[in-house]
Each structure stands twice: as C-alpha cells, then as structure tokens.
C-alpha cells in the first residue's frame, strides 16, 4: 500500500492511503504510526510464509527453478562452507 505520514494540525499524525485516497489512521503519535507500519508488515510476512509453506506442502516449487530439497541444501552447504559445516546442520537438524 503507497502510504504517507502527515502532520496534522494539532500535533498528531495522520496516515493517508494512496490506494484508497483516504486517511486509514488518525491521531496517532509517533509510536502508534510504528506500530501500524509493524502490523502491516507482519500481515503481509505472514501471507508470503503461509503461501510459500502452502506451495512446498503441495509440492510446488515457490522459488521456481530455484527452489531446493533439504538434499540441494545441504550440498550447497558442503560446497561452500565445507564438510564440517554441512555435517553439523545435519546434526543439528536431525537430532530432532
């Protein structure tokens, strides 16, 4: 959502949508407008993690031709981090 903070004449803050053309929040203090922009952007975090998390479930591909196995994973690892390293995610993870 295209959003602006404006200051209001008494004081306060205002957010106004580009999208609806419309203040979506009023009165608001410096935190309050933190804490809208905070829940915005865990809305929208917590729908690409659920969708992406759908999609994997589904066995889709979300990152398309980028996509990894937990096996490309730990290869990817392995090259670049070395035996060591990969060994010990595999441990970490499967010891579970």
Same mark, same amino acid.
């Given at each position: 959502?295209?959003?602006?903070? %404006?200051?209001?004449?008494?004081?306060?803050?205002? %957010?106004?949508?580009? @999208? @609806?053309?419309?203040? @979506?929040?009023?009165?608001?203090?410096?935190? !309050?407008? %933190? !804490?809208?922009?905070? !829940?915005?952007?865990?809305?929208?975090?917590?729908?690409?993690?659920?969708?992406?998390?759908?999609?994997?479930?589904?066995?889709?591909?979300?990152?398309?031709?980028?996509?990894?196995?937990?096996?490309?994973?730990?290869?990817?690892?392995?090259?670049?981090?070395?035996?060591?390293?990969?060994?010990?995610?595999?441990?970490?993870? !499967?010891?579970?």
């Amino acid at each position: 959502m295209g959003r602006q903070i %404006i200051k209001q004449p008494n004081g306060k803050y205002c %957010i106004f949508s580009t @999208v @609806v053309d419309n203040v @979506v929040h009023y009165d608001c203090t410096p935190e !309050e407008i %933190i !804490e809208a922009f905070v !829940e915005d952007s865990k809305s929208s975090i917590e729908f690409q993690v659920k969708n992406t998390i759908e999609k994997l479930e589904s066995g889709g591909k979300p990152y398309h031709q980028f996509t990894m196995s937990y096996d490309d994973m730990i290869q990817t690892i392995k090259q670049n981090h070395g035996v060591d390293e990969a060994a010990d995610v595999v441990q970490t993870i !499967e010891k579970q």
